[in-house]
């Protein structure tokens, strides 16, 4: 089924532009939500504010909306001042300029848009999206919409096109806010982890290998409890502490190793087997 698209844009570069339709390249959160409920009577409870300075319940006709300045000093805004403040929705995204793609940290990705081609922009859509695969670029731009203005990637993925919301310079904490301390590291520790992480390296990514292990625990215990059943609690396992580290390394070289060889020596063992039922067969 064709996805459905979230909104129309225009993607600006140069003298040329590309309608273009965005879809949501993401599902809401699969995660398990839970709600409060009134233990006495298991009714589910709603959410009220409540003003700490004389305890009166506040209905939303009540509220207005302050910016702190100061410690515990605000200055508040109508609701006509707030709008006045948002960005004009253009719709636009206005490439500014174009980079290696290997040169955006992804810790600077925040949501994530597939890019499709409106009515008449096929060509030019087709064109931008080869050329920057090509190149190994992906394009800086800016994006406003719904009141605010966004600072975006474009970049090209299996001959089409997506865009990542971006987090701005000031909203990313530095790497070395990080305390490391500086230790060196072994040419024999280097080539042991190395060969541990070739043992289990895969050719490509494939997330479809990994399920959401949580939810579906988290599921299972849900329709235990509404068939009646006793829910026990499985005790936590302690990792073992590591006390040396090319130990380890050899250990886990080893286990890797065994786990690995055990397919083969099933392999052997039912070749053997019909090795052997054949020559059975041949005698008799």
């Known amino acids: 089924m064709a996805a459905r698209s979230l909104n129309t844009a225009t993607i600006s570069f140069g003298l040329v532009t590309v309608p273009v339709r965005m879809y949501p390249a993401t599902r809401p959160s699969a995660g398990v939500s839970f709600h ?17 300075e004389d305890g ?9 909306k302050g910016y702190e300045y100061e410690k515990g000093r605000h200055v508040t805004f109508t609701k006509e001042e707030l709008k006045a403040l948002e960005q004009k929705a253009t719709h636009a995204v206005e490439i500014s300029e174009f980079v290696p793609l290997d040169k955006v940290d992804p ?16 060509k030019p859509y087709a064109l931008l999206a080869a050329a920057m695969t090509e190149l190994g670029y ?7 919409a719904r009141g605010k203005s966004y600072l975006v990637l474009l970049r090209p993925t299996e001959g089409r096109l997506v865009m990542h919301q971006l987090y701005h310079a000031d909203e990313v904490r530095p790497a070395s806010e990080v305390p490391v301390d ?89 070749s053997h087997r019909r090795a052997a039922a054949g020559r059975r067969k041949g005698v008799s």
Request: glycine share 6%; charged share 35%; net charge positive.
């Open 56 to 64: 009166e319940i506040v209905s939303r006709d009540q509220m207005v």
């Open 36 to 52: 409060m409920l009134h233990a006495k009577d298991g009714v589910r409870l709603k959410q009220q504010y409540i003003c700490p």
């Open 182 to 270: 500086e230790r060196k590291v072994s040419a024999a520790e280097l080539k042991l982890a190395r060969q541990l992480m070739e043992q289990i390296a895969s050719p490509r990514f494939a997330p479809e290998k990994y399920d959401d292990e949580v939810r579906k625990r988290t599921l299972e215990v849900v329709e235990r409890k509404v068939q009646g059943e006793p829910i026990v609690a499985s005790k936590a396992t302690r990792p073992a502490k590591v006390v040396d580290l090319m130990e380890a390394l050899k250990a886990s070289l080893a286990e890797k190793g065994q786990a690995r060889r055990a397919p083969q020596r099933t392999a052997a063992r039912q």
């Open 138 to 144: 992906g394009a800086m731009a800016v994006y406003s």
């Open 107 to 122: 810790v600077f990705f925040e949501k994530t848009y597939y890019v499709g081609p409106d009515k008449g922009g096929e």
